[in-house]
């Protein structure tokens, strides 16, 4: 009698399929590191002039050392950071901190985005834009980039809704 054996194919399909569920269950968010005390949901609204400031970056330094976490954000388009610690966990320690906010701006090229279309102009243009030297500026005044000479303070507590904050930085910088 002949003994009846599983298409190969399925049996395979069987196989990889298990393998790629298994894989599935290793992914999604990063191992919490040791220590790391519980996150609260932290939101910092930026402002320069009244109007929202985006792609500023948001760091909260424990006041005396007191978080040994880093803690960051960057602003959206409405000025908006959702604050993370160690840059990959939503939320913040409990604690006061020192609040500094930066952001920079390169100088824009004097040149076209891309190179003209014949050879001449295109190799002078990446020549051009090798060697152009463009300036960064600082838009955030010093007194808000130095945990020395931050004023802006925050208290992050277990409550999310007195988590939530805006500071306004003055005027842009030249």
Not at 6 to 35: E, H, M, Y
Not at 56 to 83: C, D, E, K, L, Y
Not at 122 to 146: C, M
Request: charged share 20%.
């Amino acid at each position: 009698m002949k003994k009846e054996h599983p298409n190969t194919f399925q049996f395979a399909a069987i196989i990889v399929l298990l393998l790629l569920l298994a894989g599935i269950g290793g992914c999604g968010s990063p191992a919490k590191p040791d220590g790391l005390p519980t996150l609260y949901s932290c939101k910092i609204t930026i402002t320069q002039s009244g109007q929202p400031l985006d792609d500023a970056i948001v760091q909260f330094h424990g006041v005396n050392n007191s978080v040994p976490w880093t803690v960051s954000g960057v602003t959206n388009r409405a000025g908006i950071a959702a604050m993370k610690t160690q840059a990959q966990f939503a939320g913040a320690p409990e604690g006061e901190y020192i609040v500094t906010v930066t952001k920079k701006v390169q100088e824009k090229s004097q040149y076209p985005d891309s190179p003209p279309q014949d050879k001449e102009g295109a190799e002078a243009w990446y020549d051009a834009k090798e060697s152009e030297q463009l300036a960064v500026h600082e838009f955030v005044g010093p007194q808000f980039r130095s945990v020395r000479e931050s004023s802006l303070r925050m208290t992050v507590t277990s409550n999310p809704k007195q988590n939530i904050e805006t500071f306004e930085v003055g005027p842009p910088q030249q």
